[in-house]
């Protein structure tokens, strides 16, 4: 359900522009591994990995769950909550790695959360939380890296001013990149796994920014 509301959803809030590596493919049992730059991001992914007949399942924010109606629509889809700085933290990796063994495809924030900035610009992915070295390793499951730009072009800043860039965004209509690169197999112990996912990832980052007009060339 919220893949198929992503499609519809995304696509009148900007010119959404999908690009891959030569190659790169999102197979069953793999894990999508995306930087995190505004509250929108989620929906740019599910839509643009949508189009390439993918349905994934998403960790997010156990906080979600806590709204009514978007609630139902996440437990019928299988999405994972992330409970941070509890003692039920750990159970997201086992739900996840659940899902992959059953051949699901599973969507992580490495970052674990939002830049702390105001301002609509793009800005290289943050330092990585282990959480998705260690997914890898006990599962074995490739990692696809995937770079998103645009996003904060449709909300960033103050609530205010999120809710103003949703509401103009269909006027604006800013462009969204989504570029999927390489799979990966990560190697080493999880800081040098985590390195790896961070090198592949802010590449990918930047080939979408770039695409996106958002940054210089080369």
Same mark, same amino acid.
């Given at each position: 359900?919220?893949?198929?509301?992503?499609?519809?959803?995304?696509?009148?809030?900007?010119?959404?522009?999908?690009?891959?590596?030569?190659?790169?493919?999102?197979?069953?049992?793999?894990?999508?591994?995306?930087?995190?730059? &505004?509250?929108?991001? $989620? /929906?740019?992914?599910?839509?643009?990995?949508? =189009?390439? /007949?993918?349905?994934?399942?998403?960790? @997010?924010?156990? +906080?979600?769950?806590?709204? $009514?109606?978007? &609630?139902?629509?996440?437990? =019928? +889809?299988?999405?994972?909550?992330?409970?941070?700085?509890?003692?039920?933290?750990?159970?997201?990796? @086992?739900?996840? %790695?659940?899902?992959?063994a059953a051949g699901r495809v599973v969507v992580i924030y490495p970052e674990g959360r939002l830049p702390r900035r105001v301002d609509a610009g793009e800005s290289a992915p943050g330092p990585f939380r282990t959480g998705l070295a260690r997914l890898a390793e006990a599962t074995g499951a490739p990692v696809v890296p995937v770079g998103q730009a645009g996003s904060r072009?449709?909300?960033?800043?103050?609530?205010?001013?999120?809710?103003?860039?949703?509401?103009? %965004?269909?006027?604006?209509? $800013?462009?969204?990149?989504?570029?999927?690169?390489?799979?990966?197999?990560?190697? +080493?112990?999880? /800081?040098? @796994?985590?390195?790896?996912?961070?090198?592949?990832?802010?590449?990918?980052?930047?080939?979408?920014?770039?695409?996106?007009?958002?940054? $210089?060339?080369?």
């Amino acid at each position: 359900m919220l893949s198929t509301v992503a499609r519809t959803v995304v696509p009148a809030l900007g010119r959404l522009r999908i690009s891959a590596e030569e190659g790169a493919a999102i197979a069953p049992g793999s894990i999508v591994a995306a930087n995190h730059s &505004a509250l929108v991001d $989620p /929906g740019v992914v599910l839509a643009a990995v949508g =189009r390439l /007949g993918v349905r994934p399942v998403v960790l @997010a924010t156990a +906080g979600l769950w806590r709204i $009514p109606v978007l &609630a139902g629509a996440l437990v =019928r +889809g299988g999405h994972i909550p992330v409970h941070r700085g509890s003692e039920r933290a750990a159970e997201s990796l @086992a739900a996840a %790695a659940e899902a992959l063994a059953a051949g699901r495809v599973v969507v992580i924030y490495p970052e674990g959360r939002l830049p702390r900035r105001v301002d609509a610009g793009e800005s290289a992915p943050g330092p990585f939380r282990t959480g998705l070295a260690r997914l890898a390793e006990a599962t074995g499951a490739p990692v696809v890296p995937v770079g998103q730009a645009g996003s904060r072009r449709i909300s960033s800043g103050s609530t205010a001013k999120q809710l103003a860039g949703l509401a103009t %965004a269909p006027l604006r209509r $800013p462009t969204l990149h989504v570029h999927v690169g390489t799979p990966v197999r990560l190697a +080493g112990d999880t /800081g040098a @796994a985590t390195a790896q996912a961070h090198a592949a990832v802010s590449a990918a980052w930047r080939t979408a920014a770039q695409r996106a007009g958002l940054l $210089p060339a080369g």
